[in-house]
């Protein structure tokens, strides 16, 4: 795989990681101190065509940058403030940075799992409804929450 296919792979990737957020920015820095920002759509692709990046930014209308030209890329996103609900249960604030709270209907203590994206388990325990469980020392990133049989993804600043 040479260069610009490993380049055009982890593009693919981190776009993909981060459809679903509420809103992803890509910013397109250039040799001679240009920027250029995009704001990402659900439909919104980059990829490759020989020397160029084209940035379709999900209204059909691709920018090209010529690939030698680029300094740097960056992307960001917003991630969702949205609480987790489902019939029974609801996991709370999402995206956490210190503490994640549960609540289960009809039930006291709620036994629970917090899983790392890779599925190495980091911590089990049982808590009561709205008691806050300690995800401060974790680091930044997505984890997997299971609870009662049903698993949360949970993001963590």
Known sequence: MNLKQTFSAILLLIIGILTGRAQTTVEVRLQDGGVHSYEMGATGKLYFQND??????????????????????????????????????????????????????????????????????????????????NVSTLPQGLYLLKVNGQTFKISKL
Do not use: W
Request: hydrophobic share 35%; glycine share 4%; net charge negative.
């Open 52 to 133: 160029y990046l084209f940035i379709d930014d999900g209204t059909n209308i691709p920018y090209s940058h010529l690939v030698s030209n680029i300094e740097k890329m960056l992307f960001s996103y917003e991630v969702s403030i949205e609480d987790i609900e489902t019939a029974d249960c609801k996991v709370y604030p999402n995206p956490a940075s210190s503490f994640l709270k549960i609540n289960v209907n009809n039930t006291d203590i709620i036994h629970y799992q917090l899983f790392s994206i890779d599925g190495r388990m980091l911590m089990a325990g049982d808590c009561h409804n709205d008691e806050g469980i």
